[in-house]
């Protein structure tokens, strides 16, 4: 495309137009244009399509700027002064990251002993103190670990010994074993003892049969595990 024309307003000149454009014109061409309608140098220029700053790079093309679009053109620092700036702003953060180490270096004098100097990176503590106190609470951790674990010993030693006590009120409370102790039935010499410690008629003879508490399961594993040696 060719015979462009564009609107520039802005900041750093009065409203003017450029016209017979290329589509190929570049940013920075624009902006030697511009140097005809305003004072400002080509590298103080900064040149906006629909709010964003645009590239001198950039062709008319790339930004699919119509004819009769609007470029805004204001001052802006030149890149020489831009680097210059961060330059600075560089050595004001090093000489800020210099003067914090040389405070973590040499820091107060310890709050704990009085005598050598304090750091803060050992949360104001000399080196000495920061030792001392590091295994004093690695100490007091191993007390606590101990501590818990022997809690949890002692409430799984409880629970074990409450459940035996249970098993044996339970079993306690057959009196009479000439009946069934699932279904009351008089079974007289004729009934079924089985592991859980209960005398049960032939219907309930059987561990489905009745509420059994005896670990049937494990107690076969255990047989086949020594018939399983015993064979080996």
């Known amino acids: 495309r060719s015979g462009l024309t564009l609107k520039v307003k802005g900041s750093a000149a009065k409203p ?14 624009i902006k030697v244009l511009c140097l005809a309608y305003t004072s400002v140098p080509v590298e103080h220029q900064r040149m906006l399509y629909k709010g964003k700053v645009v590239q001198d790079a ?11 679009g609007t470029l805004f053109l204001v001052k802006g620092a030149s890149a020489a002064s831009e680097a210059a700036r961060e330059a600075e702003r560089r050595r004001q953060q090093l000489e800020q990251e210099e003067e914090e180490f040389a405070l973590g270096q040499q820091g107060p004098v310890c709050f704990e002993c009085g005598v050598n100097p ?7 503590l000399c080196s000495i103190c920061w030792r001392e106190q590091v295994v004093k609470e690695n100490k007091e951790m191993k007390r606590k670990r101990e501590e818990a674990k022997r809690r949890e010993e002692e409430a799984c030693r409880a629970a074990e010994e409450q459940r035996q006590h ?3 009120v339970l079993l306690r409370q057959q009196q009479d074993t000439s009946r069934c102790y699932q279904c009351n039935k008089k079974i007289g010499l004729t009934g079924f003892q089985c592991q859980c410690g209960y005398f049960f008629c032939a219907t309930h003879r059987h561990a489905e049969e009745h509420d059994c508490t005896f670990d049937h399961r494990s107690r076969g594993r255990d047989i086949l ?8």
């Open 225 to 232: 595990a020594q018939q399983a040696g015993t064979a080996r």
């Open 118 to 124: 304090g750091r803060l990176q050992t949360n104001g």
């Open 58 to 68: 950039q062709t008319l093309e790339e930004l699919k700027i119509p004819s009769g």
């Open 166 to 168: 249970e098993e044996m």
């Open 16 to 29: 003017f137009a450029l016209e017979g454009l290329d589509a190929v014109c570049t940013v920075a061409d």
